[in-house]
């Protein structure tokens, strides 16, 4: 969305999670998110900064806000006018159309960035979150993260002031803008991943027992915490930490698909199904169940460029006579005719 076009969106998904919109406009919204996948990142974007307004104000249900109104929006638009964004409309009444009216803005100004700085010297930390799908979240430094499912954000409201410093839970990758002054960390599951300015993959999902770093460029130092042991990665290098047995170690990535979660790119070489169906999975977030007997001599060489799961399966149905049923997330193989 570009132009006007963020103020007609950035209304009508507002007037949606408001409660406010009309059976037409339900209509529109479900059309426009369903044209591209960015109109739904976006959408849930939006929908995750209203919720945390909500939350920040105290307002649940049909609750009465009980806020200054008057005072929060000059206070929005002050640090609006600063990023020369335009708030949408006058100062709004008290009441819950007021939180419509304040949630209408600060959808429309998200993209600028406004909104991470105003709610981080409001509540001090923010958090992003995944569920089913990925996302991206722009860090105050210029840096850039990129969320896998399932994963969780930190970032504190002290983030830049000495140093740049975050927390992990699930699957990211990285973009972190050079800044010698103030070293970059994420923390992720038992570990410190240090960097100046680099691009890599942090893996490290509660239930699994490793952590995996994988560096795309750069340098990164991998310290476990408490091991009084570090590791330096460069460019190519994997980093594993198994958690339960404070082992570290490092390796060259030889997993050329590490980040088709992200890209939607993969490429297999002469690959069994095994590693196939577990590249899938991490891509698409779906479940394989194989209920059939996997032929040793199995194999595929092909490549895939951001297409969607369906075409990717009748490749392999042409390929292997791979035969399967698929219902929800979950995909069972029912017979392999290679």
Request: charged residues 25%; proline residues 4%; hydrophobic residues 40%.
């Amino acid at each position: 969305m570009s132009g006007h076009n963020h103020i007609d969106e950035g209304l009508l998904i507002a007037r949606h999670l408001g409660g406010e919109a009309t059976a037409a406009e339900e209509e529109a919204l479900r059309k426009w998110m369903a044209m591209a996948p960015e109109n739904e990142q976006t959408y849930l974007k939006y929908k995750r900064v209203y919720e945390l307004t909500g939350k920040h104000y105290g307002l649940h249900g049909n609750e009465q806000l009980d806020i200054d109104v008057e005072k929060e929006w000059g206070r929005f638009v002050q640090e609006a006018e600063k990023r020369e964004i335009i708030p949408i409309g006058p100062p709004p009444q008290a009441g819950r159309r007021a939180w419509l009216r304040i949630a209408a803005a600060i959808l429309l100004a998200i993209v600028s960035g406004v909104v991470v700085n105003y709610f981080v010297s409001r509540q001090g930390t923010m958090s992003y979150t995944t569920a089913q799908n990925t996302d991206t979240v722009s860090l105050p430094d210029g840096s850039t993260v990129f969320l896998n499912r399932y994963s969780a954000l930190t970032v504190k409201g002290s983030f830049g002031e000495k140093e740049r410093r975050v927390e992990l839970r699930g699957e990211a990758f990285f973009e972190v803008s050079p800044d010698k002054q103030k070293p970059f960390t994420v923390e992720a599951g038992g570990a410190s991943i240090t960097v100046l300015g680099t691009s890599f993959n942090v893996q490290s999902y509660a239930q699994k027992n490793e952590l995996e770093v994988v560096v795309a460029t750069g340098v990164v130092r991998l310290a476990p915490t408490g091991m009084g042991q570090s590791v330096e990665l460069r460019a190519g290098d994997k980093g594993i930490l198994k958690k339960n047995e404070k082992e570290l170690t490092s390796n060259k990535n030889t997993d050329g698909n590490f980040l088709s979660w992200k890209t939607k790119h993969m490429a297999f070489d002469k690959a069994g199904l095994p590693s196939v169906l577990e590249t899938l999975q991490a891509t698409y977030g779906v479940e394989f169940v194989v209920l059939a007997d996997v032929p040793a001599e199995c194999a595929v060489t092909v490549t895939f460029d951001n297409q969607p799961l369906e075409s990717v399966l009748k490749v392999l149905q042409a390929t292997w006579g791979l035969t399967y049923r698929w219902e929800g997330n979950k995909i069972e193989i029912t017979g392999i005719g290679c």
